[in-house]
């Protein structure tokens, strides 16, 4: 089951994280952020992230694609924070 609370917390964490990264001209930082953000899905609801992931098993962990996963991962968490 999906709390309320988890999908609230991650979308803090994530959205905070996103902010900063987005605007980063520093590597190191982004390689921080990745390294934040993979650890807290150790941490996470695995149904909440079998729900942002959509089965992706590298979603969020893979450095290439990051950007646009932890984008899409603040859309769906912004939709499920605020939905109803």
Same mark, same amino acid.
């Given at each position: 089951? +999906?709390?309320?609370?988890? +999908?609230?917390?991650? &979308?803090?964490?994530?959205?905070?994280?996103?902010?900063? &990264? =987005?605007?980063?001209?520093? /590597?190191?930082?982004?390689?921080? +952020? %990745? &390294?934040? +953000? /993979?650890?807290?899905?150790?941490?996470?609801?695995? %149904?909440?992230?079998?729900? =942002?992931?959509?089965?992706?098993? /590298?979603?969020?962990?893979?450095?290439?694609?990051?950007? /646009?996963?932890?984008?899409?991962?603040?859309? =769906?968490?912004? %939709?499920?924070?605020?939905?109803?």
């Amino acid at each position: 089951m +999906i709390t309320k609370d988890s +999908i609230e917390t991650a &979308y803090a964490f994530f959205h905070q994280k996103h902010r900063v &990264y =987005i605007y980063s001209n520093m /590597d190191w930082q982004k390689d921080d +952020i %990745e &390294y934040a +953000i /993979d650890s807290y899905i150790e941490t996470m609801s695995p %149904e909440l992230f079998e729900k =942002i992931s959509a089965g992706r098993p /590298d979603f969020l962990r893979n450095h290439l694609t990051f950007k /646009d996963d932890l984008s899409k991962a603040v859309e =769906i968490l912004e %939709e499920m924070t605020f939905a109803n």
